[in-house]
């Protein structure tokens, strides 16, 4: 990300990110990054600042999208150098933090991500994991499936996949987990009672969609398998997976 700052213009960024800056541009360290500031009355003066991982830099305008959340891990830079970042305490909003300020914001995201804005009522799911950030208008409620493992006295309770159910009118923003994640869309109403890895499960456009986790059995014997969802519903369900997907 390169930056062409205007004269004695300030930005702020999170540490570890810069690549490069002008002699004249002046660098003070904060409590959660640096400001960099251009000393000089002339404009284009030059700061390169990177995510410390394989991301995309993707601009949002706060101006456009206000009251934004996200998860801290992915907020790279912003144009205005008095932005905060600050914790959210109501429920469902850990461990996310609130943008405390105004103009671009740059985040760095892994894979495609999608950036959406429900309408008032729409409402979507999504694995926990993929939800990167949504605005405070949107109303949160955490979903919680269970395995399709019973309890024993060796692995205590059954294993828990956290969801989160989204609610409008509000940006949503949902990305893979892996740097060469891609987004597959598929229609459960071309394609009904759909199994998918749990894995590859990353969001439906029916928050209503119904999620039964089971196991595909293995072998002869019928041993326990690969564990999947099977999804009930209509809508959209965008998949995450990587390398080359055959259908």
């Known amino acids: 990300l390169h930056i062409g700052l205007k004269p ?28 960099f500031k251009n000393m000089t009355g002339r404009s284009g003066v030059t700061v390169s600042l990177s995510p410390e991982f394989v991301a995309r830099v993707v601009p949002l305008d706060l101006t456009q999208y206000p009251e934004l959340i996200i998860k801290p891990d992915i907020f790279l830079a912003s144009i205005d150098s008095g932005m905060r970042l600050e914790d959210e305490l109501r429920p469902g909003f850990l461990p996310f933090k609130a943008l405390k300020g105004h103009g671009m914001v740059f985040l760095k995201m892994v894979g495609t991500a999608i950036l959406h804005t429900l309408k008032e009522g729409e409402s979507c799911i999504a694995n926990t994991p993929n939800v990167l950030g949504f605005q405070t208008f949107c109303e949160i409620t955490a979903e919680t499936i269970e395995g399709p493992d019973n309890p024993s006295c060796f692995f205590g309770k059954a294993r828990v996949f956290p969801h989160m159910k989204v609610t409008g009118p509000g940006l949503a923003i949902l990305s893979p987990l892996f740097p060469d994640g891609k987004i597959i869309p598929v229609s459960l109403a071309e394609y009904p ?49 990587s390398g080359i997907v055959r259908f």
């Open 8 to 35: 004695y213009q300030e930005i702020f960024a999170v540490h570890g990110s810069l690549v490069y800056r002008d002699p004249c541009i002046a660098m003070t360290q904060i409590e959660h990054g640096h400001r």
């Open 193 to 241: 009672e759909l199994l998918v890895t749990h894995e590859s499960f990353m969001a439906c456009s029916d928050a209503g969609v119904q999620i039964t986790p089971d196991r595909v059995p293995k072998g002869k014997l019928g041993r326990k398998g690969m564990m999947v969802f099977c999804l009930h519903g209509s809508g959209v369900v965008f998949l995450n997976a």
